[in-house]
T-cell receptor, first 114, second 117 residues
Framework: KAGVTQTPRYLIKTRGQQVTLSCSPI?????VSWYQQTPGQGLQFLFE???????NKGNFPGRFSGRQFSNSRSEMNVSTLELGDSALYLC?????????????FGQGTRLTVV | AQTVTQSQPEMSVQEAETVTLSCTYD???????LFWYKQPPSRQMILVIR??????QNATENRFSVNFQKAAKSFSLKISDSQLGDAAMYFC??????????????FGKGTKLSVIP
């Protein structure tokens, strides 16, 4: 069974540009969550999508947005990039429902803003 | 809001020895889950062990076990017979069991574990 796939693995962008990251969940998983990991702030929750709807959102500015498609694949977009957006962005997928408590993570996308 | 605290930024252990990583959390909820995740240099977060708050029995997975003290809001990870492959960042994480099934993890800042041959 294929794991969570994130593309691209590495990305370098210029301040002010926008970027789109992609996440393909494990087959059958309908919940996709995104996290930002930085040395200073650690791992912070961005948002969660389920059945194409944003179900939960963390405390990030509106420049961070996402969406989910009917096949559960998810994209995350960051507009007007700032140097502080440099981070490892992790995606996690899970089966929905309280009995399914494990989230499976991808290998992340390393975004560098210069 | 829930918070998770890992007070040991770095730890080291001799190969084959035992090490315990600490984690405390703060919540007003009674129904939740706790996890330990491992993040090796490959960056992929791997679930090590999980604990349901309603279970009094401490979870174990082979060489990994937890000491879950619900009243004290403490959730430590014990690694027995440490191996070189255990070297990684370890994150303690909390998930609420409320919110209509919404999946959101709150992480501690992590503990970097080094294993000395």
């Amino acid at each position: 069974k294929a794991g969570v796939t994130q593309t691209p693995r590495y990305l370098i962008k210029t301040r002010g540009q926008q970027v789109t990251l992609s996440c393909s969940p494990i087959s059958g998983h309908r919940s996709v969550s995104w996290y930002q990991q930085t040395p200073g702030q650690g791992l912070q929750f961005l948002f969660e999508y389920f059945s194409e709807t944003q179900r939960n959102k963390g405390n990030f500015p509106g420049r961070f947005s996402g969406r989910q498609f009917s096949n559960s694949r998810s994209e995350m977009n960051v507009s007007t990039l700032e140097l502080g957006d440099s981070a490892l962005y992790l995606c996690a997928s899970s089966l929905s429902g309280a009995v399914y408590i494990e989230a499976f993570f991808g290998q992340g996308t390393r975004l560098t803003v210069v | 809001a829930q918070t998770v605290t890992q007070s040991q930024p770095e730890m080291s252990v001799q190969e084959a020895e035992t090490v315990t990583l600490s984690c405390t959390y703060d919540t007003s909820e009674s129904d939740y889950y706790l996890f330990w995740y491992k993040q090796p240099p490959s960056r992929q977060m791997i679930l090590v062990i999980r604990q349901e708050a309603y279970k009094q029995q401490n979870a174990t997975e082979n060489r990994f076990s937890v000491n879950f003290q619900k009243a004290a809001k403490s959730f430590s990870l014990k690694i027995s017979d440490s191996q070189l492959g255990d070297a990684a960042m370890y994150f303690c994480a909390y998930r609420s069991n409320s919110g209509a099934g919404s999946y959101q993890l709150t992480f501690g800042k992590g503990t970097k574990l080094s294993v000395i041959p």
